[in-house]
């Protein structure tokens, strides 16, 4: 475990890509780590042989947040509830994990049901305790039913923010944060998404700058996408600092 005298979240961006990964890559998954544990928020394909490079599935694991039902944000689950029966039966871990999800739609929300998790149905509103950090979930505009995840502990703040269109009511949400993980799906000249349910790399900045937040992590990225021009495109809109994970992946809050 890390030294959180000076810090209060460890944030590593495991996979960034919308949809499909990259080579060597994975899909949508962040794992937030502080003194009393850690987590995931989404779980897509790729992420879990990320998360091993950082962790491994004892006690201090305590669950993980899927912000909706599409297989780039869930693909790993499986695998994940493979592990985690693995570590109970080897003594590596003693609890269940908790597992948060959207209810809708009905045939992904039963297939994360597992017997060695405790799953629990996500709600625009909820509040969430997990590793020490108080969580507020907050109902976005995607094609199927999705949240964003207000993350807060001794004062700072984490806002996962995908997939959804760009919607300023959301700002009071979002207002204020440490750091803005923030979908940026589309991109002048890409043709990964038809942009149903996304923003672009310029709402992503407008995102960022209504809310005053203090760093932009642009994610769920186009695998067609000229990343750096994406930057350059969210610096128009937000004068902060703005990254991709492919130069930094790693936040220290």
Same mark, same amino acid.
């Given at each position: ?17 919308? @949809? ?5 890559? %994975? ?13 995931? $928020? ?12 950082? @962790?491994? $599935? ?7 947040? $899927? ?5 780039? +944000? ?7 509830? /493979? ?58 505009? +995607? ?16 806002? /996962? /923010? ?7 009511? +959301? ?12 979908? %940026? ?51 128009? @809109? ?16």
């Amino acid at each position: 475990m890390s030294n959180f005298n000076n810090f209060t979240f460890k944030i590593n961006i495991l996979g960034w890509w919308g @949809a499909f990964p990259q080579p060597g890559g %994975a899909t949508c998954g962040v794992l937030v780590t502080t003194s009393e544990g850690k987590f995931l $928020l989404d779980c897509g394909g790729g992420v879990l042989s990320k998360y091993f490079e950082h @962790a491994n $599935l004892t006690d201090q694991f305590q669950g993980v947040l $899927l912000s909706h039902l599409h297989y780039d +944000h869930m693909g790993d689950v499986g695998c994940l509830y /493979y592990a985690i029966n693995y570590a109970l039966r080897v003594g590596l871990r003693s609890n269940k994990p908790q597992v948060y999800a959207p209810k809708t739609p009905e045939t992904m929300w039963d297939a994360v049901q597992y017997p060695f998790c405790d799953t629990h149905i996500l709600e625009d509103g909820m509040k969430i305790h997990m590793a020490g950090a108080d969580i507020t979930v907050k109902k976005v505009n +995607h094609t199927i039913e999705c949240y964003a995840f207000r993350i807060e502990k001794n004062g700072k703040t984490i806002v /996962y /923010y995908t997939d959804t269109t760009y919607d300023p009511s +959301h700002t009071d949400f979002i207002k204020g944060a440490d750091l803005l993980i923030c979908e %940026a799906t589309i991109s002048m000249g890409t043709r990964h998404t038809i942009g149903a349910g996304h923003m672009t790399d310029i709402e992503a900045g407008q995102t960022a700058a209504n809310g005053n937040v203090k760093e932009l992590c642009l994610y769920h990225l186009p695998s067609d996408g000229d990343i750096p021009f994406m930057r350059i495109r969210a610096g128009s @809109a937000y004068n902060g600092e703005i990254y991709t994970p492919d130069i930094r992946s790693e936040f220290i809050i």
